[in-house]
C-alpha cells in the first residue's frame, strides 16, 4: 500500500535556557586534564596542581602529531568491496585519540542549595565515560555521541568543595573515521527545586494548524505535587501572543491545548522561531521554569509527492558530515559550526544528516535558525561490527536507552525532520537484523510518533529479498544508482531517498591528466583530480545521482558524501601513508571549495549565477598539449576563448550524466594566458562572463577573513583564507609557500588548515605550507573587546596584515 506516510503539524520546542533565580544552570566550562590512567584521580583530595588547566569542549588529540602507527587496522573493510585486508594508515586520522584520559573540576554547593535537586548533564564525552562525584561513581556512558545526565543532588556535599571527575577510555579499532577524545561537547550542571520540569521533559507538538490557527499541544513531564503551569509565547519580537495556565495532570504529566492565532511557519527560507516560557509553581509559589524557542512548522511524506514542507514539494539538497571540524577536532565551537552552515546556504544545500551519530545541541540550534532541514542519525552499527570495538559492544545493552535520549533531548527541533536508526549496519543481513530493524524503529515511533524513521542501506539486494528495507518508514538507499528502480517498485513505501551520494574523490587544485573516468584510481602524489571524474567502486559521480533525483519524482532527495572533508577515511588512499584525511568532500578540511562545490550550486542555488571555470590556467610544460576546460554553470551553454580565440560554443546535452550537467571543452591546447567563458540565455543571448589567468610567480599574500567583527566572548572564530598571489594580484594556483602567523591585540591563534590530506603539519602550530595557494587561518577572540591584528609573512613574499576586532 501507497499511503501517506506521515502527516503531522508540530509546533516544536528549540532552547532550554534559564531565565529567573528559580533554576540555575552553571556550564562547567574550567577543568584539569590528564591523559593517562591514574589510580584515585576521582578522590576530593588527589592532587591535581600538575595536570593541564584545560576548556570544555576540549578535544585531547586534535594536537596531534600525526602518527602512522596510531590506530593502525589491518582489515578488509567489507563495505567497500575489499577481499584482503591491507594495512589501514589513516584510517581514523592518525591523531593520538586512543587511552584513557581524565578530567577533574571542583564544584562548590552553597547553603541554600540543599533543598535543591542537582543535575549533571554531558551533550557527550568521546567515549566510555566514567563520572565520579567525590569518588563515588554515579554512572556511565559507552557511547561518545549520545547526551546524557545524573542526578548527582545526594552526592553532593554542601558548602564545601566537591570534585566531579570523569574518566573516558578510547579504544583502538573502535571506529571508522577520526572520533576525537575528550569531553568535546558541553558540561552543564543545573540546580532546581525538587518541584520542577523533568529534564528534556517537554515534548510539544500541533495536531492541527492551518494559517489562521495553530493547536499547540506542550506535555510537560513534571516533579512534584500540586502543580500548575503557566505558559507565554512570545513572537520573535518578545511581544506575548498567548498565555496559558493547566494543571490537569495524568502521572508525571501535564498537557496543554493551546490555540496560537495567525502562526507563522518555521520554513527553510523564514525560519520563524516563537519563545515559550513556561512556569512551574507549587501551591502558588514559583518554583522552576524554562524558556523556550520553538517553530511552528508541517511535514508530510507521502507516495503521491514525497516530502512537504508546510504543503510545499521540497527535495533534500542534502550533505552528510562528520563532528569533526576540521583543524578544530571535535570539541564543538558554535562560531565554526555556524561557518559551516553559512557556506552551504551559499551553496543551496537545505538539508544535513549527521553521519553517523547524534549531532550537537549547537548545530541543531543553528539549523533552527538558520533554516535546514535535519536528518538526525544515531548508529553506525548495530549488534554485528564494522570494526572489532564498535557500537557492537554496547548494542543490547544500551541501544534502547540511547535512542531514548537522542529523541528526548532533540525531539523539538523543527529542523529535524526524520531519524536515521543506522547507517549500513551489516545487519541488513539475516533474519534477525530485519527484528532488530523493527525493534529499533519501533522505538523512535513510540518516543516521537511525528517523524519517519530511515537507515542508509547499502546492501539493497539483501534487503529487498529479506524485508529489511519494506519495515522502514522512508527506505534510504546509499549509492547502488542502478538499483533505484527495483527498490522503489519492489519496497511498498512509494519513495526512495538517496540518503548517501557520490563519494566523488577530489583534491582541491589538482588535476590529473589525461582526463577520465575512473573508480579507486592511485595517483603518486597521493591526490585526486578535481575534473571530478574519480569515485569509488561502490559509489559514482554527482551527475549520476543528479539524473535521479531531477527524472524520478519518486526519489525525494539526497544526502551528498560529504560536505566538508573530515579527519580519516583517506579513501582511495586508506593504505597509503600519510594520507589521513578524506578526499570526499565539496569543500576541503580547510573549509575551501573544490571545483565541485561549483557543480552543486548550479543546480542548488536557484537565485544566484553560478560560472566556475576549471582547472586552473599554470601548467608550465603542457604547451600545446590537451588541456581539457570545464565549467560548472546554472547556465545552459556558453562559449570558450583561450586568449581571445574561440573554442566553440557548447551546451548542456544528454549524450552523458556528464554532459546534461557540465559544460565542457574536452580538446583545448594549453597556452598561457586567459581563458574566458561566455555564457548564454535560453535566448542565445551573452549574459555572463568570466575568465582565469595564467599567473606570475608568487609575490604577495592576499588576506580575507569571513568576519571581520567577532564577539569578545573567547569563543567566537574568524577564519582568514590566505591566497598567495601575483605583482598584478591574480592567485597563483599552485603555491606551496611556507607562511607563518603573528596575532597580536584581544585575540588568538587558534588553528591553521590548508586541506591538503597528506600533510602531517599539525593545526596548531602558527606556521604551514599553502596547498595550491591557499590555506586557512583560524583566530580566536579573547573575553576582552578590542583590536585583534593579524600578521602573515613568508620566505620571498610580501607581509601581510589583517586587522579585526571584538566586541562584547
Ligand atoms: C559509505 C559509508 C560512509 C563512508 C562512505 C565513503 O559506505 O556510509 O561512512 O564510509 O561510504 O564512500
Not at 103 to 127: C, E, N, W
Not at 293 to 300: A, L
Not at 777 to 806: F, R
Amino acid at each position: 500500500m501507497k499511503s501517506t506516510l506521515f502527516s503531522f503539524f508540530v509546533i516544536l520546542i528549540v532552547v532550554n535556557q534559564s531565565f529567573s533565580q528559580t533554576r540555575e544552570v552553571l556550564e562547567l566550562k574550567n577543568w584539569k586534564f590528564y591523559q593517562g590512567d591514574v589510580s584515585h584521580a576521582s578522590q576530593l583530595n588527589f592532587d591535581d596542581s600538575e595536570w593541564e588547566q584545560v576548556i570544555v569542549p576540549h578535544d585531547w588529540a586534535i594536537k596531534g602529531p600525526f602518527d602512522k602507527e596510531i590506530d593502525l587496522q589491518v582489515v578488509k573493510i567489507e563495505q567497500n568491496n575489499e577481499t584482503i585486508a591491507t594495512e589501514k594508515t589513516g584510517r581514523t586520522g592518525s591523531l593520538p585519540f586512543i587511552g584513557v584520559g581524565w578530567y577533574r573540576t571542583k564544584i562548590v554547593r552553597p547553603d541554600y542549595d540543599t533543598d535543591k535537586q542537582v543535575i549533571l548533564t554531558f551533550d557527550g564525552a568521546m567515549s566510555n565515560a566514567e563520572v565520579y562525584v567525590n569518588g563515588r561513581k554515579i554512572g556511565n556512558r559507552p557511547y561518545g555521541y549520545s547526551y546524557f545526565f545524573f542526578d548527582i543532588s545526594k552526592e553532593l556535599k554542601v558548602g564545601s568543595e566537591n570534585v566531579i571527575a570523569v574518566r573516558l577510555e578510547n579504544k583502538a579499532f573502535s571506529s571508522r573515521w577520526y572520533p576525537g577524545a575528550g569531553i568535546y561537547r558541553k558540561v552543564k550542571m543545573i540546580t532546581k527545586d525538587i518541584a520542577s520540569f523533568k529534564h528534556w521533559g517537554h515534548f510539544i507538538t500541533t495536531p492541527y494548524i492551518n494559517d489562521s490557527i495553530a493547536k499547540i499541544n506542550i506535555k510537560s513531564q513534571v516533579h512534584g505535587e500540586n502543580i500548575v503551569i503557566k505558559t507565554f509565547i512570545k513572537d520573535e519580537k518578545g511581544n506575548v501572543v498567548v498565555e496559558n495556565v493547566a494543571n490537569q495532570r495524568f502521572g508525571d504529566e501535564i498537557e496543554q491545548s493551546i490555540s496560537l492565532m495567525n502562526p507563522k511557519k518555521w520554513d527553510i527560507e523564514t525560519p520563524y522561531l516563537y519563545t515559550a516560557e513556561m512556569e512551574l509553581y507549587q501551591d502558588d509559589i514559583l518554583k522552576d521554569n524554562e524558556s523556550i524557542t520553538f517553530g511552528v512548522r508541517e511535514i508530510k511524506y507521502s507516495s503521491e509527492v514525497g516530502f512537504e514542507l508546510n504543503g510545499k514539494v521540497v527535495k533534500f539538497k542534502g550533505v552528510c558530515l562528520h563532528h569533526d571540524l576540521g583543524p578544530l577536532g571535535v570539541a564543538v565551537n558554535k562560531s565554526a559550526l555556524r561557518r559551516q552552515l553559512r557556506i552551504l546556504k551559499d551553496l543551496g544545500v537545505n538539508a544535513i544528516r549527521s553521519s553517523h551519530n547524534m549531532p550537537s545541541i549547537e548545530q541543531l540550534e543553528l539549523c533552527d535558525e538558520m533554516g535546514f532541514l535535519f536528518l538526525a542519525e544515531s548508529f553506525d552499527e548495530w549488534k554485528k561490527p564494522k570494526v572489532k570495538n564498535g557500537y557492537n559492544l554496547y548494542f543490547d545493552e544500551w541501544a534502547e536507552k540511547d535512542i531514548v535520549d537522542l529523541v528526548h533531548a532533540t525531539r523539538n527541533h523543527p529542523s529535524i525532520v526524520m531519524w536515521s536508526a543506522g547507517n549500513e549496519v551489516p545487519d541488513q543481513w539475516g533474519s534477525d537484523g530485519v527484528k532488530r530493524a523493527k525493534w529499533i524503529q519501533d522505538i523512535f515511533h513510540r518516543e516521537d510518533s511525528t517523524r519517519p524513521v530511515t537507515v542508509g542501506m547499502d546492501q539493497v539486494k539483501a534487503v529487498m529479498e529479506n524485508g529489511f528495507g519494506a519495515i522502514l518508514d522512508v527506505p534510504g538507499l546509499n549509492y547502488r544508482v542502478h538499483l533505484y528502480e527495483d527498490a522503489y517498485k519492489l519496497f511498498p513505501q512509494g519513495m526512495i531517498l538517496g540518503s548517501e551520494t557520490a563519494s566523488t574523490v577530489s583534491s582541491r587544485g589538482v588535476y590529473k591528466f589525461p582526463v577520465e573516468i575512473g573508480f579507486n584510481r592511485i595517483h603518486d602524489d597521493l591526490q585526486s583530480s578535481s575534473y571530478d571524474v574519480e569515485y569509488c567502486s561502490w559509489s559514482n559521480l554527482p551527475d549520476d545521482d543528479f539524473v535521479l533525483q531531477d527524472d524520478k519524482p519518486w526519489v525525494i532527495g539526497e544526502f551528498v558524501w560529504t560536505g566538508f572533508d573530515y579527519l580519516g577515511e583517506p579513501t582511495p588512499y586508506d593504505n597509503f601513508w600519510p594520507s589521513r584525511s578524506s578526499y570526499f568532500g565539496i569543500l576541503d578540511l580547510a573549509g575551501i571549495p573544490k571545483d565541485r562545490y561549483y557543480l552543486y550550486r548550479s543546480r542548488w542555488n536557484k537565485k544566484e549565477e553560478t560560472l566556475h571555470i576549471l582547472p586552473h590556467w599554470n601548467w608550465k610544460g603542457r604547451e600545446r598539449e590537451k588541456t581539457p576546460v570545464f565549467v560548472y554553470t546554472n547556465y545552459e551553454s556558453a562559449e570558450l576563448f583561450v586568449n581571445g580565440k574561440s573554442q566553440g560554443v557548447q551546451r548542456k546535452n544528454n549524450t552523458s550524466n556528464l554532459h546534461r550537467y557540465r559544460l565542457m571543452w574536452m580538446d583545448v591546447k594549453y597556452e598561457p594566458g586567459e581563458v574566458k567563458v561566455v555564457a548564454f540565455d535560453e535566448n542565445g543571448k551573452a549574459v555572463a562572463e568570466k575568465f582565469i589567468r595564467t599567473s606570475g610567480k608568487a609575490h604577495s599574500i592576499l588576506l580575507e577573513a569571513d568576519r571581520k567583527v567577532i564577539n569578545a566572548d573567547g569563543e567566537d572564530l574568524s577564519f582568514i583564507t590566505a591566497t598567495i598571489v601575483d605583482r598584478r594580484g591574480v592567485p597563483v594556483p599552485d603555491a606551496m609557500e611556507r607562511l607563518s602567523f603573528v596575532v597580536s591585540g584581544n585575540g588568538s591563534f587558534k588553528a591553521v588548515c590548508n586541506g591538503d590530506a597528506t600533510s602531517l603539519e599539525v593545526f596548531h602550530n602558527p606556521a604551514m605550507k599553502t596547498f595550491n595557494g591557499k590555506l586557512v587561518i583560524i583566530v580566536q577572540s579573547s573575553e576582552i573587546e578590542g583590536d585583534i591584528k593579524v600578521t602573515v609573512s613568508g620566505k620571498g613574499l610580501k607581509t601581510s596584515v589583517i586587522d579585526l576586532s571584538s566586541k562584547k
